[in-house]
């Protein structure tokens, strides 16, 4: 019991005994014993009934406090067991080798002109999806793929795009995702046994972004994404990749773009997205 419930107490008993003196000495002498101990009896039997239920209102308080100290202990705890989960479980990656970029395969585009889903496409920033499925032969849809590594945790599981800008010498291309919830597909190349991330563009024809019969001489990419662990912890940033040394494939007129340095920084701290028992 704190010092302040205690001094409480002691006082409302102080008070019982104060009045019972008072009573006593207020009594006339020629009444009988027995009302006389009835009076008093009935006073200090008010007295304890209140002290009694001050005490019991003290020790109720009193345990109120301890359970909110309690909870609050309890959040605290589960706050830094969070904090230990995220930071031994965030997932970063970062991207390698080459940047290809290429037409996507006329039977995957054909499906895409039944389907009409949009959500693993970006599209140019400006373009109106709504056109695009009205005039669908008035865009190409190309495909980028870059090699990933994870540099920091065990695997990724999932990497979402906000933002995908590409730049030349003389202009930048921002991409914006279709749907809200864009995350790109994420494929194993047997072949190079690694991983790698799809990325599907929507570009109007008559746009300087991609012309096919010549090298894009594109200088620059930077990404604005979030890298989702496995166990659900987010990390966002962006990452910066430079090119050089452009080269168009004869096999199938894909430009490849050799990563010569890249960069990522991240913005805030990492995130608990779902609900993890840890």
């Excluded at 209140?50 to 609050?72: E, P």
């Excluded at 662990?229 to 990390?235: N, Y």
Aim: charged share 20%; aromatic share 12%.
């Amino acid at each position: 019991m704190s010092l302040r419930n205690l001094v409480i107490l002691l006082s409302a008993f102080t008070i019982v005994i104060v009045g019972l003196f008072v009573v006593s000495q207020l009594m006339p002498g020629d009444i009988i014993q027995t009302s006389t101990f009835q009076i008093l009896s009935n006073v200090l039997s008010l007295g304890l009934v209140l002290s009694s239920s001050l005490f019991s209102y003290l020790v109720m308080k009193q345990g109120k406090t301890s359970s909110r100290s309690s909870a609050d202990a309890n959040a605290r705890a589960e706050s830094f067991r969070n904090l230990q989960f995220i930071a031994s479980n965030h997932t970063i990656v970062d991207f390698f080798d080459s940047l290809l970029i290429f037409i996507e395969p006329e039977r995957y585009v054909e499906r895409l002109r039944q389907t009409q889903d949009f959500k693993f496409y970006m599209r140019e920033k400006g373009i109106d999806l709504e056109d695009v499925k009205e005039n669908f032969d008035n865009y190409f849809f190309l495909t980028v793929k870059i090699p990933i590594r994870v540099v920091v945790g065990n695997a990724v599981s999932s990497i979402q795009f906000r933002k995908f800008r590409l730049d030349r010498a003389d202009k930048m291309h921002n991409f914006v995702p279709c749907s809200g919830n864009f995350h790109a597909l994420i494929l194993y190349n047997d072949e190079e046994k690694r991983q790698e991330v799809s990325i599907n563009l929507i570009v109007n024809k008559d746009s300087e972004f991609y012309t096919t019969d010549i090298i894009n001489p594109f200088t620059k990419i930077k990404l604005n994404l979030t890298m989702h662990s496995f166990l659900g912890v987010a990390v966002t940033g962006w990452t910066e990749l430079y090119f050089t040394n452009p080269q168009k494939l004869e096999k199938d007129g894909t430009n490849k773009y050799k990563i010569n340095s890249s960069q990522f920084q991240i913005v805030g701290l990492p995130t608990l997205d779902n609900s993890v028992d840890v």
